[in-house]
């Protein structure tokens, strides 16, 4: 099992250009997570998903968008990139709410 | 608002013991995870508890006491590749997780 996947891992961006960061896991697990980590904070919850079909805004969806259309990917969508989503973005699945959840690698992006 | 508090960093010497607490105010519990990460990597699952008390895993153990919004990460002969951070998270009553800035730890010889 390769478990949680991201692409690209490094990623530069000018502003107003838009990009998908891509999440896939193969542990057939219902619940689906975005964060960002910003240097000296706790990680910040962008958008999560329950299943196939259902999303839901987290702390700090502005300027971010997600699709669930299959249980194994949770892709996030960037449409106009701003200095402020300069960050680390890991997405992570779990079993279900109350289990422990499983990051992917993470994507490092800056927005100049 | 909610608010976990966690110190920002603590060194500890190769062998000791070390704990890191953990203090928060949230809408709701629903249990208190500990995740560990090292620099530029992603976080890794220590430990969850939801009741009151001690859950030992091996070198690692954690304590929990709801009624205090209190929670420790005691690290035993700790060794080298401990040096990380240690993230204090809280499940709230919406069943999301608000999480710590992060405790980075750094052993010395």
């Known amino acids: 099992n390769a478990g949680v996947t991201q692409t690209p891992k490094f990623r530069i961006l000018k502003i107003g250009q838009s990009m998908t960061l891509q999440c896939t896991q193969d542990?057939?697990?219902?619940?689906m997570y975005w964060y960002r980590q910003d240097p000296g904070m706790g990680l910040k919850l962008i958008y999560y998903s329950v299943g196939a079909g259902i999303t839901d805004k987290g702390e700090v969806p502005n300027g971010y968008n997600v699709s669930r259309s299959t249980t194994e990917d949770f892709p996030l969508r960037l449409e106009l990139a701003a200095p402020s989503q300069t960050s680390v973005y890991f997405c992570?699945?779990?079993?279900?709410?109350?289990?422990?959840?499983?990051f992917g690698p993470g994507t490092r992006l800056t927005v100049l | 608002g909610q608010n976990i508090d966690q110190p920002t960093e603590m060194t500890a010497t190769e062998g000791a013991i070390v704990q890191i607490n953990c203090t928060y105010q949230?809408?709701?519990?629903?249990?208190l995870f500990w995740y560990q990460q090292h620099a530029g990597e992603a976080p890794t699952f220590l430990s969850y508890?939801?009741l009151d008390g001690l859950e030992e895993k091996g070198r690692f153990s954690s304590f929990l006491s709801r009624s205090k919004g209190y929670s420790y990460l005691l690290l035993k002969e700790l060794q080298m590749k401990d040096s990380a951070s240690y993230l204090c998270a809280v499940m709230d009553s919406n069943y999301q997780l608000i999480w710590g800035a992060g405790t980075k730890l750094i052993i010395k010889p």
């Open positions: 508890n939801v």
């Open positions: 949230t809408s709701g519990f629903n249990g």
């Open positions: 992570a699945s779990a079993r279900d709410s109350h289990n422990e959840q499983f």
């Open positions: 542990m057939n697990h219902n619940y």
